[in-house]
């Protein structure tokens, strides 16, 4: 038979534990969070030169319209990229397929956003992997004007409007 004792040291060594994931997690949550807002207000002061609503930065899915609609890119994309999940129930092919909708979406919009403020290629990465940054610089920068829609070529819809042609 097993007998287990545990003692008051064992106790506090436990609750010293919780006590240092739970600062790390809320040490994490401040600085997602402050990453949120400094988007939200690169996102609002971008969607403002693109002569769309500000406000629109703050409601999800409809800021991702706003862009697209800015951009010229169609905004189907988001239903696409939101529904993509569903194609997890296929074994293996569909994660790819669902990881592949995802990164393809966020290469046509985050170029067509750069051409749409007559940047080049070098800028899109940026967009895509420090999005916080470039939005405030494209935001809040003065040489930074909004030319209008200039999107990417869109591989799934440029086909299908020529063949519905």
């Given at each position: 038979?097993y007998?287990?004792?545990?003692?008051?040291?064992?106790?506090?060594?436990?609750?010293?534990?919780i006590?240092?994931?739970?600062?790390?997690?809320?040490?994490?949550?401040?600085?997602?969070?402050?990453?949120?807002?400094?988007?939200?207000?690169?996102?609002?002061?971008?969607?403002?030169?693109?002569?769309?609503?500000?406000?629109?930065?703050?409601?999800?899915?409809?800021?991702?319209?706003?862009?697209?609609?800015?951009?010229?890119?169609n905004?189907?994309?988001?239903?696409?990229?939101?529904?993509?999940?569903?194609?997890?129930?296929?074994p293996?092919?569909?994660?790819?397929?669902?990881?592949?909708?995802?990164?393809?979406?966020?290469?046509?919009?985050?170029?067509?956003?750069?051409?749409?403020?007559?940047?080049?290629?070098g800028?899109?990465?940026?967009?895509?992997?420090?999005?916080?940054?470039?939005?405030?610089?494209?935001?809040?920068?003065?040489?930074?004007?909004?030319?209008?829609?200039?999107?990417?070529?869109?591989?799934?819809?440029?086909?299908?409007?020529?063949?519905?042609?």
């Amino acid at each position: 038979m097993y007998t287990y004792s545990y003692s008051s040291a064992d106790a506090a060594a436990a609750g010293g534990i919780i006590a240092a994931v739970m600062a790390v997690f809320g040490v994490v949550l401040l600085i997602s969070l402050a990453i949120a807002v400094v988007t939200i207000i690169g996102m609002w002061k971008t969607l403002e030169k693109g002569n769309k609503p500000g406000w629109g930065a703050l409601i999800p899915f409809y800021n991702m319209y706003l862009i697209c609609d800015m951009v010229g890119v169609n905004p189907w994309w988001i239903l696409i990229v939101v529904l993509s999940p569903i194609l997890a129930v296929v074994p293996v092919i569909g994660s790819l397929a669902q990881m592949a909708v995802s990164i393809y979406f966020t290469i046509l919009v985050n170029v067509s956003l750069a051409k749409a403020f007559n940047k080049d290629t070098g800028f899109a990465i940026g967009l895509i992997f420090l999005a916080p940054i470039f939005y405030l610089i494209l935001g809040f920068g003065k040489d930074n004007k909004y030319v209008g829609k200039n999107p990417m070529k869109d591989l799934l819809f440029d086909n299908i409007n020529k063949e519905s042609k």
